[in-house]
């Protein structure tokens, strides 16, 4: 049965910038980068190959010790030309200086995907490169393929500030999309759940999964949210998710028989001058992306949104699971009585004195920069958390469990069903500037590790 | 302002580590993000923007709302001299007088208050807290004019020392801050804060049949008597002070800020529209103490209790108590329901308090004060209703 979801719960952020609808010439970069902390659990990472070896787009070229059957491959083909390691060696970046001309690994293709059996998916998929596409909740890590997911979640749609359309990096994939929805549907003992809103594309709404309809304000698109109305995580159980550009990467294995590491991602920011989308391939270093694109002045380069993305500089590489570059100011400057003074530049979702964002209208689009906008203080304000979260979950209530390590309190208070994404927009509203989703993240492990 | 900027670029080193000022580091930067935001940006991960509002814009927002509570506290202050020793004034002169009386009080309580909140922060190396911005005006404005400026200061120390800081500094408090400071003068100095105290005579003499009587003291005199309440508040030492309207407006005798019902109202309306009070709490307690009020009525055992319920919402300082003390976010419950429950009951206790108890004429202060300590046991309830939900899903 479907389910129609109306959230009123939540907080759009209208930002200046968004990419038009238009795919721009860009030329591939020289490197690539595959980093281990983009996924997001992985503790010992090993290499499987060296500086100098040359690889193929699906050559695995790393795997998490603890899931050894999963193989992270290389999105390009050409050389591997660097090691990054950080501190007691740890592995930040394997670098690949890319060929001219992408050659592929081959593995099995099959016309006919239905015919296949689970086992067989699991192994093409482990060792195809698209299984870390699969996310698994609770703890928003990269799922194990020994476990059976109580059901798998596509959120169609992403209302992040400044996300790009799903349907237009879509375009073209239909047949692959459709595909990786049935190859998903043989990896659960339950449904495939693809939630969509008004503005998806139809071949989204087409599949034979169970379609549910999400309709509200950001976070309406976070699959954790939906997930929260559709069929809860409890404890115990496993579900997972995966990204619409996941499902087509893992049709495309199975029909093209490739790694296809290719996506469509967005420049967006009040700093590109002309933001609009880009072909390029996963880990791509974003030198070339923001040559020239980008207006004078001090930035900052985002791989991914605003709320949940990472810092890179300028010659840095693109997440694995992102699919923006979002380039803003940086607020690294003092104010003068920049506490006080009435203002309708700076968004606020709060109305305190002199904060008059409100007036503008849904419609205006704000320019952000990175500055605090104020200092960590201790919890005081309370209840305003709660008008961003569309869950059952007193997420003050469950942050302060974490930050007394209180175990049961964790479980209790829905530690289960959330990930960093879901209370992003408690950080970005929090009068008190808390790191509210590194401390979710520090409870996460801890309950995980527990 | 490039060369305030400067000023501070100059002096900072000093007060950085390694510099001879080095201790005093957080003393200096509350000065410096007084005048200058801070240029601090988010981290490389989690949110890279931030929302414009922070702790002191919060905190401000509260001290704009309780301007009109001082303004017209400043004017009743002097205005209620002038009544009690039969002069006529002009507003500038009742404004002088009032401003005499309330602008020392004010500074007393901010420097006392922030005095330790300094020293605090300086041993315990962490920021100033904004939180004693609102403290140090609400204690003014549940004082009467005529309290001695030590027993402000005094009061100020024991609040923040006792109230706060041995529970952590700001946020981590148990009780009202505010309240604690009042409270510690209704008990260590009772003679300066209750009884015919709330009228500043001075030097003057006092009109004949002139009587510091508060709506509060005639309704513990009227739990004894015959005549209706009603009655006895409008045959009052001076005709209508005591009538409805004139207690919604405040021109009357009582603590500095808490005696205008309407200057309370317009203070609730700028945080209810900011958002930065809770507008749950704020209309639990009103709607509390009406319910109480009216069922006090339905047993009508003697004139107090008689007394019409509208009466109890302009009476004393339950309007102040509702709107600034109540919705006290860090004393407050936290959970959305719990917030209807423990407002709900401070009204209800306040006129508990009021009419049954008549060793406090005035019940606002304790019932906040004693639902300060059960607001965590509300919370506990109602954020165990929301495990119990998820347990109940549960299959293992």
């Given at each position: 049965?479907s ?7 939540g907080?759009?952020?209208n930002?200046?910038?968004k990419?038009e ?6 030329s ?10 983009d ?11 060296k500086?100098?070896d040359?690889v193929?787009?699906g050559t695995?070229i ?6 050894e ?6 999105p390009v083909?050409g050389?591997?030309a ?7 060696r740890k592995?930040?970046?394997?670098r690949?200086?890319?060929d001219k001309e992408?050659q592929f690994?081959s593995f099995s293709?099959?016309a006919d995907?239905s015919?296949l059996?689970?086992e067989?998916?699991?192994?093409q998929?482990?060792k195809?490169?698209?299984?870390p596409n699969?996310i ?12 059976t ?5 596509i959120s169609?749609f992403?209302?992040?500030?400044l996300a790009p359309?799903?349907?237009f ?7 692959y999309f459709e ?6 549907s ?13 503005d998806?594309?139809?071949f ?7 379609i549910?309809?999400v309709?509200g ?6 699959v ?7 069929d ?8 997972w ?20 590491a290719?996506k469509?991602?967005?420049l967006?920011g009040s700093e ?15 030198n070339?992306?923001v040559d020239?694109t980008?207006k004078?002045?001090?930035v900052?380069y985002?791989s991914?949104?605003?709320l ?9 590489y693109?997440g694995?699971?992102?699919n923006?570059?979002?380039?803003i100011p940086?607020?690294?400057y003092?104010?003068?009585f920049?506490?006080?003074t ?7 979702f709060?109305r305190a004195?002199?904060?008059l964002?409100?007036?503008g209208?849904?419609?205006k ?6 500055n605090?906008r ?8 309370t209840?305003?958390f709660e008008?961003?979260v569309?869950?059952?979950?007193l997420p003050t ?8 390590e209180d ?14 994404e ?11 500037k ?10 996460i492990?801890?309950?995980k590790?527990? | 302002?490039k060369f305030?900027e400067d000023?501070?670029?100059k002096v900072r ?6 510099g001879k ?7 200096y ?6 005048f200058?935001?801070?240029?601090s940006t ?7 923007v931030?929302?414009a ?10 001290i ?5 509570c001082l303004?017209f ?12 020793i ?24 901010y420097?006392v ?8 922060a ?19 404005l549940?004082?009467?004019a005529?309290i001695?400026?030590?027993?402000v200061?005094?009061a100020?120390?024991?609040?923040v020392?006792i109230g706060?800081?041995v529970?952590?500094g700001?946020?981590m408090?148990i ?10 003068l ?21 009109v004949?049949?002139?009587?510091g009587a ?10 004894e008597?015959t005549?209706?309440m ?5 045959d009052?030492w001076t005709?209508?002070i005591?009538?409805?309207w004139?207690m919604?407006?405040?021109?009357m005798?009582g ?6 019902t ?16 809770s507008?749950?709490?704020i209309?639990?307690?009103f709607a509390?103490a009406f ?5 006090c009525?339905?047993f009508?055992?003697n ?10 919402l302009v ?12 919705s ?12 209807w429950?423990?407002?709900f009951?401070?009204g209800?206790l306040?006129?508990?308090i009021r ?13 906040i004060?004693?639902m ?9 309830y109602?954020v165990?209703?929301n495990?119990k939900?998820?347990?109940?899903r549960?299959?293992?």
């Amino acid at each position: 049965m479907s389910q129609n979801i109306k959230l009123k719960k939540g907080f759009d952020i209208n930002l200046a910038g968004k990419a038009e609808k238009k795919i721009a010439e860009l030329s591939l970069p020289e490197t690539f980068a595959l980093k281990p902390s983009d996924f997001v659990g992985m503790s010992r990472a090993k290499l499987l190959v060296k500086e100098g070896d040359t690889v193929k787009a699906g050559t695995p070229i790393m795997i998490d010790k603890q899931v050894e059957d999963v193989m992270y491959c290389a999105p390009v083909s050409g050389e591997i030309a660097e090691v990054v390691r950080g501190a007691k060696r740890k592995i930040l970046e394997i670098r690949i200086l890319a060929d001219k001309e992408i050659q592929f690994e081959s593995f099995s293709k099959h016309a006919d995907v239905s015919s296949l059996s689970k086992e067989a998916v699991i192994d093409q998929m482990t060792k195809g490169g698209v299984w870390p596409n699969i996310i698994q909740r609770p703890f928003g890590v990269v799922a194990s393929p020994q476990d059976t997911p109580k059901a798998i979640f596509i959120s169609a749609f992403d209302s992040h500030p400044l996300a790009p359309d799903t349907n237009f990096i879509l375009q073209g994939n239909e047949k692959y999309f459709e595909a990786g929805v049935a190859i998903l549907s043989k990896l659960t003992s339950g449904k495939v759940h693809i939630n969509v809103n008004k503005d998806s594309a139809d071949f989204l709404k087409s599949s034979k999964a169970q379609i549910n309809t999400v309709e509200g304000p950001h976070p309406a698109g976070n699959v954790g949210v939906q997930i929260h109305h559709i069929d809860p995580i409890n404890k115990g159980e496993v579900a997972w998710t995966v990204h619409p550009y996941g499902v087509a990467q893992i049709g495309k294995l199975f029909l093209e028989g490739k790694y296809d590491a290719s996506k469509i991602i967005a420049l967006a920011g009040s700093e590109v001058k002309t933001p609009q989308y880009y072909k390029t391939y996963s880990g791509a270093a974003i030198n070339k992306l923001v040559d020239g694109t980008i207006k004078e002045g001090h930035v900052r380069y985002i791989s991914g949104n605003v709320l949940t993305g990472n810092q890179i500089n300028s010659t840095g590489y693109l997440g694995f699971y992102h699919n923006q570059v979002t380039v803003i100011p940086e607020g690294d400057y003092y104010e003068f009585f920049g506490w006080i003074t009435p203002t309708t530049k700076k968004l606020s979702f709060h109305r305190a004195f002199g904060l008059l964002s409100f007036l503008g209208g849904k419609n205006k689009e704000y320019t952000l920069d990175t500055n605090t906008r104020g200092q960590h203080r201790a919890f005081v304000q309370t209840g305003s958390f709660e008008k961003v979260v569309p869950m059952d979950i007193l997420p003050t209530h469950l942050i302060k469990a974490i930050m007394a390590e209180d175990y049961d309190d964790m479980e209790g208070l829905g530690i289960y069903e959330v990930i960093e994404e879901d209370l992003a927009l408690c950080e970005f509203i929090d009068v008190s500037k808390n790191e509210i989703q590194s401390i979710l993240r520090e409870g996460i492990e801890l309950v995980k590790n527990s | 302002m490039k060369f305030i900027e400067d000023i501070f670029a100059k002096v900072r080193p000093n007060f950085e580590k390694g510099g001879k000022w080095e201790k005093f580091y957080y003393v200096y930067e509350a000065h410096e993000t007084l005048f200058l935001a801070p240029n601090s940006t988010t981290s490389a991960r989690g949110v890279q923007v931030r929302d414009a509002v922070d702790m002191k814009r919060m905190m401000m927002t509260v001290i704009i709302a309780m301007i009109p509570c001082l303004l017209f506290g400043i004017w009743n202050a002097g205005h209620q001299h002038f009544l009690a020793i039969g002069e006529v004034a002009d507003l500038t002169d009742k404004l002088l007088m009032g401003g005499i009386l309330v602008i020392p009080i004010v500074i007393v309580s901010y420097a006392v208050g922030l005095g330790i909140e300094f020293t605090f922060a300086t041993i315990r190396k962490h920021e100033v807290n904004e939180g004693f911005l609102v403290t140090g005006m609400l204690i003014p404005l549940v004082m009467p004019a005529s309290i001695p400026l030590w027993q402000v200061g005094l009061a100020t120390a024991f609040a923040v020392i006792i109230g706060k800081e041995v529970f952590g500094g700001t946020g981590m408090n148990i009780l009202n801050v505010a309240l604690t400071a009042r409270a510690f003068l209704y008990f260590a100095y009772p003679s300066q804060i209750s009884g015919d105290v709330w009228s500043y005579i001075g030097d003057g003499q006092a009109v004949a049949g002139f009587s510091g009587a508060t709506p509060l003291a005639i309704g513990a005199a009227a739990v004894e008597g015959t005549t209706p309440m009603v009655d006895m508040l409008n045959d009052s030492w001076t005709a209508g002070i005591y009538d409805f309207w004139n207690m919604f407006i405040g021109i009357m005798p009582g603590s500095i800020g808490e005696t205008s019902t309407l200057m309370c109202l317009i203070g609730a309306a700028v945080l209810i529209i900011t958002g930065v009070g809770s507008w749950k709490i704020i209309f639990s307690v009103f709607a509390g103490a009406f319910v109480m009020g009216t069922v006090c009525n339905m047993f009508g055992a003697n004139e107090y209790m008689l007394l019409p319920a509208q009466y109890h919402l302009v009476i004393g300082g339950l309007a102040f108590g509702a709107v600034f003390m109540a919705s006290d976010p860090v004393t407050a419950a936290q959970t959305e329901t719990g917030k209807w429950i423990y407002g709900f009951l401070i009204g209800v206790l306040t006129i508990i308090i009021r009419v049954f108890n008549p060793a406090y004429p005035e019940g606002i202060m304790l019932a906040i004060l004693l639902m300060n300590v059960f607001a965590p046991l509300i919370d506990f309830y109602v954020v165990g209703a929301n495990k119990k939900r998820r347990l109940k899903r549960a299959t293992v």
